[in-house]
């Protein structure tokens, strides 16, 4: 089976997060379909580690890059594939922060980080599957990194692993639309991501999108254990374009809003 990558990375996904478990089981329960509309990773634009390198997992079993995007305040490149043949195989949408565009010390401090291991670490084809391969991590840094990028933070102390997965919302038939969705999810006691409001988004733009807010957990970092966030679970709605044929690429002004599912808050 081509796709079963996307079966081991949900089962991570979910063990770290069980709540999208137990949203996917909710909509179960309700005798709804759950297809996954795309899958999120994150990176450095490191030349062993950049969007270039993850991507060669996917490209491997037939996926295209199909799309290309910029996020400015948040120093991101990033790019989407797609299986040409594989009807439902998820989207893949792979992001890199560009250390660059950072401070010398926010620079030094990441660069620490990842050459605490050999380069060999980063050659592996699985490196999807690796999480952080670096270690405990240091609290101090954590914090200091979320002053200048949450993304870089949470990368920082997750590594490679599924960021989020995401419910299509046009193969649900309850729950068919994202007003919906996001009612039943709220009733259901998740909090959802409100930056730039509950939906991001508009149908004339072909694309809506909604997500909880990451999970809370416990990580150990060498100062001692603290409560991080961890993972979210997306839900997306497509609709058709002039040409009757639906929306298949990503919105940058949305995306933008939902890497903030990750950022870290108090409880």
């Known amino acids: 089976m081509p796709l079963e990558v996307f079966d081991i990375l949900w089962k991570d996904y979910t063990k770290q997060n069980p709540s999208a478990q137990a949203i996917h089981d909710l909509f179960t329960k309700e005798n709804e379909q759950v297809i996954n509309d795309h899958i999120a990773f994150r990176t450095f634009d490191d030349p062993r580690m950049n969007i270039e390198v993850l991507s060669k997992k996917f490209i491997k079993l037939g996926y295209v890059p199909k799309g290309e995007y910029k996020f400015e305040d948040k120093h991101l490149n990033a790019i989407h594939l797609e299986h040409p043949s594989i009807e439902q195989a998820p989207r893949v949408f792979i992001s890199e922060l560009i250390?660059?565009?950072?401070?010398?010390?926010?620079?030094?401090?990441?660069k620490r980080r990842i050459n605490s291991v050999g380069d060999a670490y980063y050659a592996d084809p699985d490196l999807i599957h690796k999480g952080s391969v670096w270690g405990k991590p240091l609290f101090t840094d954590y914090?200091?990194?979320?002053?200048?990028?949450?993304?870089?933070?949470?990368?920082?102390?997750?590594?490679?692993?599924?960021?989020?997965?995401?419910?299509?919302?046009?193969?649900?038939?309850?729950?068919?639309?994202?007003?919906?969705?996001?009612?039943?999810?709220?009733?259901?006691?998740?909090?959802?991501?409100?930056?730039?409001?509950?939906?991001?988004?508009?149908?004339?733009k072909f694309l809506q999108q909604s997500s909880t807010l990451a999970e809370m957990i416990q990580m150990e970092f060498e100062?001692?254990?603290?409560?991080?966030?961890?993972?979210?679970?997306?839900?997306?709605?497509?609709?058709?374009?002039?040409?009757?044929?639906?929306?298949?690429?990503?919105?940058?002004a949305n995306a933008n809003k939902i890497f903030e599912s990750t950022n870290f808050r108090e409880k």
């Open 99 to 110: 250390l660059s565009e950072f401070s010398e010390e926010f620079q030094n401090t990441v």
């Open 143 to 204: 914090q200091f990194l979320r002053k200048e990028s949450e993304y870089a933070a949470w990368l920082y102390i997750h590594g490679f692993r599924a960021n989020h997965f995401t419910v299509s919302i046009n193969a649900l038939e309850k729950f068919n639309t994202i007003e919906k969705v996001n009612q039943f999810i709220k009733d259901s006691g998740y909090p959802m991501n409100t930056t730039g409001g509950e939906i991001k988004g508009v149908p004339e």
């Open 223 to 252: 100062e001692g254990t603290y409560e991080v966030p961890a993972c979210f679970y997306e839900f997306a709605i497509r609709y058709p374009e002039a040409d009757g044929q639906v929306f298949s690429g990503f919105i940058a």
